[in-house]
């Protein structure tokens, strides 16, 4: 699949409190990648992603595990974690395309370097920072050359009064995942995550554009979605 969309453009699309079924319902024509638990939201938008990046290990929650299989399967491709080859559900999935992670114990290092990327997908996926970081490498490596992204919002914060404000939906994050997270290491890893990701871009050409509006993430130019749409 390298180069298959050479010069076209994407959707990228964070699990962020600024996602809305409404957006999605208007991405039905546009390629879209989707990661972990978007499935909460199939139940209010038609709209499907075209690829769908599964790369957490959150899919040993039994919680989580189902969206993310739902995730797997509404997509028309899925490109998952090697790990996840030993799942009954996930190798039933006929979509299902396999790739080794590097980095799979740095994703709270804000410390990461520009080379914790990966331009040969096939070859090995920097599982760093946040799952959208994953995303754009896939998206990378097959051609797209202008990238928009919706629900980047960044700026996690712990869930509070049994809700989770950091996701679309208030049941994202039970409160019993990671308890000890520390939520100011997490931010700074994501912030680099995207610093990595423009400077790849710039290296490789592409155009990495923020279509969310309140976005804490400063790595990429904003835009409007209206004027993208």
């Excluded at 739902?70 to 997509?75: D, E, L, P, Y």
């Excluded at 114990?105 to 520009?114: I, L, P, S």
């Excluded at 520390?182 to 923020?210: M, S």
């Excluded at 990429?220 to 004027?227: A, G, P, S, V």
Aim: hydrophobic residues 35%.
């Amino acid at each position: 699949m390298k180069d298959l969309y050479k010069g076209q453009r994407c959707f990228v699309i964070g699990n962020g409190p600024s996602l809305s079924p409404e957006i999605l319902d208007r991405l039905v024509d546009e390629y879209t990648f989707a990661v972990n638990r978007i499935a909460l939201i199939f139940d209010r938008t038609d709209w499907r992603p075209t690829f769908y990046v599964g790369i957490t290990d959150a899919i040993h929650d039994s919680r989580h595990k189902e969206d993310i299989l739902a995730g797997i399967r509404a997509s028309k491709t899925a490109i998952c974690w090697d790990m996840y080859k030993s799942m009954t559900a996930t190798n039933s999935a006929k979509n299902a395309i396999y790739v080794h992670c590097s980095h799979t114990g740095d994703h709270q290092n804000e410390q990461a370097q520009d080379d914790w990327w990966s331009d040969d997908v096939a070859e090995r996926l920097v599982k760093f920072g946040v799952a959208v970081f994953c995303a754009l490498q896939v998206a990378f490596y097959f051609g797209f050359t202008t990238i928009y992204l919706i629900g980047c919002d960044g700026n996690y914060t712990r869930p509070s009064d049994g809700i989770d404000r950091s996701h679309f939906d208030g049941a994202y994050r039970p409160f019993d995942v990671c308890p000890n997270y520390d939520y100011d290491k997490l931010n700074g890893a994501l912030q680099r995550a995207h610093e990595i990701a423009e400077a790849a871009a710039k290296r490789r050409g592409v155009k990495i554009y923020n279509c969310s509006p309140f976005s804490a993430i400063t790595a990429h130019e904003k835009i409007d979605l209206e004027k993208v749409l």
